[in-house]
């Protein structure tokens, strides 16, 4: 129940910053925009997840926690796999912890259709994710260049 984005529709903006700025600058906004763009997912999850009316009567007996899980969405530290780098937002699929049935509203049941949230705030951070990419490579290059 990641969430992926990857900067497409920046290519030529990338690559004149790539000409101009080092690649420790490169990194920095790179992590900038992950970072901005992972915490704004973080935030969608949260108003979106369902609560109940009554979290004292949420779950089993003797498992109960006591808070929603829109309140604990997990969040990774930053992580590289080769050149990439990505946050992971939310739970995965083999999640054990308190919050484990989140993964049911994303997947479904077998008596209960799914109902995609991840899916859909994935699609609406990948236009964030290219507004906020244009706004910190261009100033960037305003930086490099004067």
Known sequence: MSITMEFGGLDDLIRECSEQA????????????????????????SQRLPRSKNVNQSGRKGSRTFK???????MSGMRKKGERRYI?????????????????????????????IFHTISKEINAELKSTGMEEYENLLKRVIQ
């Open 88 to 116: 992971v937002v939310g739970w995965d699929k083999g999640d054990n912890s308190p919050y484990f049935y989140t993964k049911f509203n994303e997947w479904g049941t077998s008596k209960r259709p799914p109902v995609p």
């Open 22 to 45: 080092t690649q420790k600058e490169l990194d920095k906004v790179n992590r900038k925009v992950l970072k901005a763009c992972a915490n704004s997912s973080k935030q969608k999850l």
């Open 68 to 74: 929603h899980s829109a309140d604990e969405v997990p």
